[in-house]
T-cell receptor, first 113, second 116 residues
Framework: GDSVTQMEGPVTLSEEAFLTINCTYT??????LFWYVQYPGEGLQLLLK?????DKGSNKGFEATYRKETTSFHLEKGSVQVSDSAVYFC????????????FGKGTKLTVNP | GAVVSQHPSRVICKSGTSVKIECRSL??????MFWYRQFPKQSLMLMAT?????????EQGVEKDKFLINHASLTLSTLTVTSAHPEDSSFYIC????????????FGPGTRLTVT
């Protein structure tokens, strides 16, 4: 079945450091790909998404490019802030988000001042 | 907009009792809601898809008689854990799917269930 593998955490960075969280997927079809973020005490929020190969999703300085050839959707940010501290989940959906989401295990990011 | 709430946020119950968790879409209507379970350091696992006015669709391996789901209105879905046991202790998260054509899922903050 479909699956998502993302980099094990936790990840600890200093403010203004470069962030990469790796995510690869296995799917039978052509999924849509998502990054969700969960801030402490809150529900998951959609951070960005890409629905087809070579699409780049971006939001709040975060970016991820849908790479079909490497089945990857790595999350990047050039300069993290303390407020980016959260748990990040990579996910896929086979039907553009209308059907069920398959999640990775989550990566906890802590950014220190 | 697009806020989903869950109640309670935390619950402790004794083994053998039943617990009901509510999921509400506060400012939008949702014909479809999803229930997930999250174990420590694990990903969210979909338990069931809840459709307003019809029976829920359960994922393989999820006992429908143990995890009763009711979606009686466009803004409320409930998950009842019946005859709870310690192994049911977990973090339960719901999401509601928007009807605006985006199909985006909006997530609740989760409910921590502890069965003693």
């Amino acid at each position: 079945g479909d699956s998502v593998t993302q980099m094990e955490g936790p990840v600890t960075l200093s403010e203004e450091a470069f962030l990469t969280i790796n995510c690869t997927y296995t799917a039978t079809g052509y999924p849509s790909l998502f990054w969700y973020v969960q801030y402490p005490g809150e529900g998951l929020q959609l951070l960005l998404k890409a629905t087809k190969a070579d699409d780049k999703g971006s939001n709040k300085g975060f970016e991820a490019t849908y790479r079909k050839e490497t089945t990857s959707f790595h999350l990047e940010k050039g300069s993290v802030q303390v407020s980016d501290s959260a748990v990040y989940f990579c996910a896929l959906s086979e039907k553009g988000g209308s059907e069920k989401l398959v999640f990775g295990k989550g990566t906890k990011l802590t950014v220190n001042p | 907009g697009a806020v989903v709430s869950q109640h309670p946020s935390r619950v402790i119950c004794k083994s053998g009792t039943s617990v009901k968790i509510e999921c509400r879409s506060l400012d939008f209507q949702a014909t479809t809601m999803f229930w997930y379970r999250q174990f420590p350091k694990q990903s969210l696992m979909l338990m069931a898809t809840s459709n307003e006015g019809s029976k829920a669709t359960y994922e393989q391996g999820v006992e429908k008689d143990k995890f009763l789901i009711n979606h009686a209105s466009l803004t409320l879905s409930t998950l009842t854990v019946t005859s709870a046991h310690p192994e049911d202790s977990s973090f339960y998260i719901c999401s509601a799917r928007a009807q605006d054509g985006s199909y985006e899922q909006y997530f609740g903050p989760g409910t921590r269930l502890t069965v003693t």
